[in-house]
T-cell receptor, first 114, second 115 residues
């Protein structure tokens, strides 16, 4: 079955560490997105990519980095510069603007800073 | 810039009662509208979408939504809720050929089901 996978489901980080969250899709989607979710805040866009080897900052990109070397993969690195990284992170993909950006979501990764 | 407003942060409904969740949007182009549902600790699942045509759209799990252009609304309804409907619901707007940064989401409505 086609879908989006995120790993790990739970991740714990010590202060000052960088961590990388994995996102893989086999839907042949061009576009991929990373969102951060905090209670009462809804979804906030971190980074997005419309095509391989290209990505753009979203609304809250500071302290995060991404890469898009393959169409199927869009990993997110949470760096030590991110002051409050504890949150639920969601990855999504879509066919892009050709179909109104309908997005398909992965199951999420919960990151906790110890 | 586009925006989506979900006026109700929390809604409590008795099991078996009807439900309506409100969504208002602001978008300059012809909107594509979506409702997603999220169970605790899970990703978002698409309930239904409106692209064009009949303004009353049917979705999964017995949900429906009505697009009203004059009111810039896309309210979600269900005639009889079940305890399993307790979740967070998000309304979102996109547009054909526009918005490379994807969808604009509302902040969500938390649905509580009373027995």
């Amino acid at each position: 079955d086609g879908g989006i996978t995120q790993s790990p489901k739970y991740l714990f980080r010590k202060e000052g560490q960088n961590v990388t969250l994995s996102c893989e899709q086999n839907l042949n989607h061009d576009a991929m997105y990373w969102y951060r979710q905090d209670p009462g805040q809804g979804l906030r866009l971190i980074y997005y990519s419309q095509i391989v080897n290209d990505f753009q900052k979203g609304d809250i990109a500071e302290g995060y980095s991404v890469s898009r070397e393959k169409k199927e993969s869009f990993p997110l690195t949470v760096t030590s510069a991110q002051k409050n990284p504890t949150a639920f992170y969601l990855c999504a993909s879509s066919y892009g603007t050709r179909k109104g950006n309908e997005q398909f979501f992965g199951p999420g990764t919960r990151l906790t800073v110890l | 810039a586009q925006s989506v407003t979900q006026p109700d942060i929390h809604i409590t409904v008795s099991e078996g009662a009807s439900l309506e969740l409100r969504c208002n949007y602001s978008y300059g182009a012809t909107p594509y509208l979506f409702w997603y549902v999220q169970s605790p600790g899970q990703g978002l699942q698409l309930l239904l979408k409106y692209f064009s045509g009949d303004t009353l759209v049917q979705g999964i799990k017995g949900f429906e939504a009505e697009f009203k252009r004059s009111q810039s609304s896309f309210n979600l309804r269900k005639p009889s809720v079940h305890w399993s409907d307790a979740a967070e619901y998000f309304c979102a707007v996109g547009a054909l050929g526009g918005g490379a940064d994807g969808l604009t989401f509302g902040k969500g409505t938390h649905l509580i089901i009373q027995p």
